[in-house]
């Protein structure tokens, strides 16, 4: 679904230079992929990537599968030739995204905020589709309710609805369990991998805590960082598990 080869990003600050290299990163339909490592070592930079708001520096591959017809949308061509239109129909089209703290918007009821997006990318949310996702995710009964009265753990689980509500094919998990305990982060773990198998979503997971991804996911990538000098720091991405789990 999302097949990176061969890609190059550098950050520079002052004087130096973060450089990541991505050899090869892949996600396949129904497939959660986890993105572990330590702070700095390029897992938000390589996410960005992915969600087509950071251009890579150089790049030899970057295919997104558009549907189920086989159609592959060539983004390394995109980038080179500045097509801010094709990028944006591809990030409203495609992405569902679950950010760290829920994001919701304080001031719309928990229906609101899922609608939002599909609003927003005017994608009308199918009926009834809003209240089946909220009852698997055990926030039914939170749906006409104001974010500030649900507790983390149903706000990060109505971040999911939200991501999910509009159908995209890939969803974006930045550290999405980072604000709730153990336990409530095992099942939001497990109610993302259910549904992205149940409909087909590709998710990718950012996180530090490796003792909670690994038995979930079939792939993981890490990074391997190193100072290549005082001005340059390069971090390689690589896979780390590509196992059933
Ligand atoms: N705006 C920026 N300009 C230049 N360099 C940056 C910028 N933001 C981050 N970096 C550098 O890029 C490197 C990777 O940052 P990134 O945020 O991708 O790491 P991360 O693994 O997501 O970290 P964390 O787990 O702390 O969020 C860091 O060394 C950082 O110093």
Avoid at 51 to 78: H, K, Q, W, Y
Avoid at 117 to 133: A, N, Y
Avoid at 194 to 212: K, M, Y
């Amino acid at each position: 679904m999302v097949r990176l080869e061969d890609i190059v990003k550098r950050r520079s600050q002052s004087e130096s230079v973060f450089e990541l290299q991505v050899p090869s990163f892949a996600v396949h339909p129904g497939q959660m992929v986890a993105v572990i490592g330590e702070s700095g070592c390029g897992k938000s930079t390589l996410l960005d990537m992915i969600a087509l708001v950071m251009e890579p520096t150089e790049v030899a591959r970057f295919e997104i599968s558009t549907g189920n017809t086989g159609g592959v949308c060539d983004v390394a061509a995109l980038w080179a030739r500045g097509d801010e239109g094709a990028l944006s129909a591809l990030r409203r089209d495609f992405f569902g995204y679950v950010l760290q703290t829920g994001g919701l918007l304080p001031f719309l009821s928990v229906r609101q905020n899922i609608c939002l997006p599909g609003r927003i990318k005017g994608h009308p949310i199918l009926p009834g589709r809003v209240g089946t996702l909220a009852k698997r995710l055990g926030v039914a009964g939170c749906l006409d309710r104001m974010p500030e009265s649900l507790s983390i753990g149903q706000r990060q689980r109505v971040a999911i609805v939200r991501a999910l509500a509009h159908q995209p094919r890939l969803v974006l998990a930045d550290e999405p369990t980072a604000a709730v305990d153990k336990a409530r982060a095992r099942a939001i773990m497990d109610d993302m991998q259910r549904l992205a198998e149940d409909e087909s979503v590709a998710v990718v997971v950012v996180t530090h805590d490796v003792d909670l991804i690994m038995d979930r996911v079939e792939v993981a990538y890490t990074f391997d960082t190193i100072e290549v000098s005082e001005q340059l720091t390069r971090s390689t991405c690589r896979l780390v598990k590509e196992h059933s789990p």
